[in-house]
Nanobody, 127 residues
């Protein structure tokens, strides 16, 4: 059974930091590009950050570039999202997703390109 499980969400003041973690089943993780999306109340799900299967390429939405850092530990089947300088508008449910791919370098930004999703973790940033 494929599992994608996020953790690390919570409540933080504006300007603070959080680190999200996402653990995926071993075979899925090693064969996948990974990404974080988010969905705020009343809004559509949006791409936040992705990382290639090799881990060599991290890429970001403009609204988080310079504040968030994505990384992956292939030995632990885990992807991380370090979020710094958080803003109230970062408040959302954050979802981890995995996209099966043969490419070690492909960068994927569309939600329909991802095959497996976690249940999400709530991030709330207070002003």
């Amino acid at each position: 059974q494929v599992q994608v499980v996020e953790s690390g969400g919570g409540l933080v003041q504006a300007g603070g930091s959080l680190r999200l973690s996402c653990a995926a089943s071993g075979r899925i993780f090693s064969d996948s590009a990974m990404a974080w999306f988010r969905q705020a109340p009343g809004k559509e799900r949006e791409f936040v950050s992705g990382i290639s299967r090799s881990g060599a390429y991290g890429y970001y939405a403009d609204f988080v570039r310079g504040r968030f850092t994505i990384s992956r530990d292939n030995a632990k089947n885990t992807v991380y999202l370090q979020m710094n300088s958080l803003k109230p508008e970062d408040t959302a449910v954050y979802y981890c997703a995995a996209a099966l791919t043969q490419s070690w370098t492909i960068r994927l930004r569309q939600s329909n390109e991802y095959n497996y999703w976690g249940q999400g973790t709530q991030v709330t940033v207070s002003s």
